[in-house]
Structure formats: C-alpha cells, structure tokens
C-alpha cells in the first residue's frame, strides 16, 4: 500500500547508543520532514530535506543526524542517545513542501532512553 | 520567525455541543494557517488549510475555520460533538515567510474531549 511508513514502532536503547529510526514514503514526494513530539512542546522539526541529498536543520537539531541519499528513504540517527532524546519522533513527507501541499504523517516512532 | 498559541491545553464538551479550539498566530507577512488533527497512537492528519481567498476555511468531518487578520486568529469549529472528535488538534503555520520548504512550525495542541 502507498503511504509513510516508520520503523520502528518502538524502541528502547540506552544512554550514548546510536540508534537509527527509519522512514519510508512510496508516494515519491520530494519533501520530507522529521518532528519529535513531546507533551507541552507539541511538535517541533528536527531537519528536513527537499529532494534527495538536500537537506537542512529545523528547529531542534542538537545531536542528530540525518541523510537522503535516496527520494523515498529519509533516516533519522541519533549518534549518542541521551534521556532528553526520549520522544515520539515522526516523520511527514509533502509532495511540493511549505503551505502548497499539506504534509503526510507516518504512525511514530516511541523511543525510550533508558 | 512564525508561530502560533493554542488557548487551552485541554477542551471538554458535551456530545451535541458546539465545539471552539482557539488558535492564534504571530506573523509578520500573510500567513498560511493549517489545523490537524491527531487520534491515538497514530501521526496527525489535515483537517484544513487557509491559504488566500475565502476566510472561511471547510475542512473534513463537518469542522471549518475562520482566518481573521484583525484578531490575528484561525479559530476552529463544529456546530454538533461527536463521540469520534475526540483527539488532540494541533493549529500549524508555515515556517518560511516565502512559503518554502521549511515545514510547518505547530503549536502545542489542545486536548479533545467529548463527554456522552
């Protein structure tokens, strides 16, 4: 089915591990977007990319990294996890990006760091 | 920079109700205003989008929204409650002035909650 897919659901790791979360979009938009979401922060962007290879820091982008190196794929990697990175992370892609079409969510990745 | 402020962390109505969640923005320039809406365990989906023309924005599932530059306001609406609104509702405006790639910058949500 087409859509935005995350992996995985949820994840517990510990302090200073690396960890990747994945996300796959199969409608070839060209941009993507990753949001953590914690309680009384709503969502805030953590980097975003607009076609393959390009991409740039949102918001809050303090101990993650990101690639593009195919349209459809865009992973999230925290290099060494700490407690304050414990939060629902979700990837959106949109088919223009800004206000000219709207964003598409995936389910959310849990991530716990223990 | 663009942002928005959602009155109200938590919104309870009775089923039948009328509904209100309040949302407004900060801009500089005209601002393009979505509302989404998120239901348990899963990611958030478009309820509605102003973007120019008419200040009365339909949605889907019977909400609208009415952009207001003098109140600096996008206030959102259901005559009627039903059971299934329950959820949290996040007001959005885009990032970048030039409506660019920048994404949506969202406000903190409000929690739906509809007593029978």
């Known amino acids: 089915d087409a859509g935005i897919t995350q992996s995985p659901r949820y994840k517990i790791t510990e302090t200073g591990r690396q960890v990747t979360l994945m996300c796959h979009q199969t409608?070839?938009?060209?941009?993507m977007f990753w949001y953590r979401q914690d309680l009384g922060h709503g969502l805030r962007l953590i980097y975003y990319?607009?076609?393959?290879?390009?991409?740039d820091k949102g918001e809050v982008p303090d101990g993650y990294v990101v690639s593009r190196s195919k349209t459809e794929n865009f992973p999230l990697t925290l290099e060494s996890a700490t407690r304050s990175q414990t939060s629902v992370y979700f990837c959106?892609?949109?088919?223009?990006?800004?206000?000219?079409?709207?964003?598409?969510f995936g389910n959310g990745t849990r991530l716990t760091v223990t | 920079a663009q942002s928005v402020t959602q009155l109200g962390s938590h919104v309870s109505v009775s089923e039948g109700a009328l509904v209100l969640l309040r949302c407004n923005y900060s801009?500089?320039?005209?601002?393009?205003l979505f509302w989404y809406v998120q239901y348990p365990n899963q990611g958030l989906q478009l309820l509605l989008k102003?973007?120019?023309?008419?200040?009365l924005v339909k949605g889907i599932n019977g909400f609208e929204a009415e952009f207001k530059k003098s109140e600096t306001s996008f206030h959102l609406t259901k005559p009627s409650a039903h059971m299934s609104d329950a959820a949290e509702y996040f007001c959005?405006?885009?990032?970048?002035?030039?409506?660019?790639?920048?994404?949506?910058?969202f406000g903190k949500g409000t929690h739906l909650i509809i007593q029978p």
């Open positions: 959106a892609s949109s088919e223009q990006g800004g206000y000219n079409s709207p964003l598409h």
């Open positions: 409608w070839s938009h060209s941009y």
């Open positions: 990319s607009a076609a393959a290879d390009i991409t």
């Open positions: 801009s500089s320039v005209p601002p393009y």
């Open positions: 102003y973007t120019t023309g008419a200040t």
């Open positions: 959005a405006v885009n990032q970048d002035s030039g409506g660019g790639a920048d994404g949506l910058t």
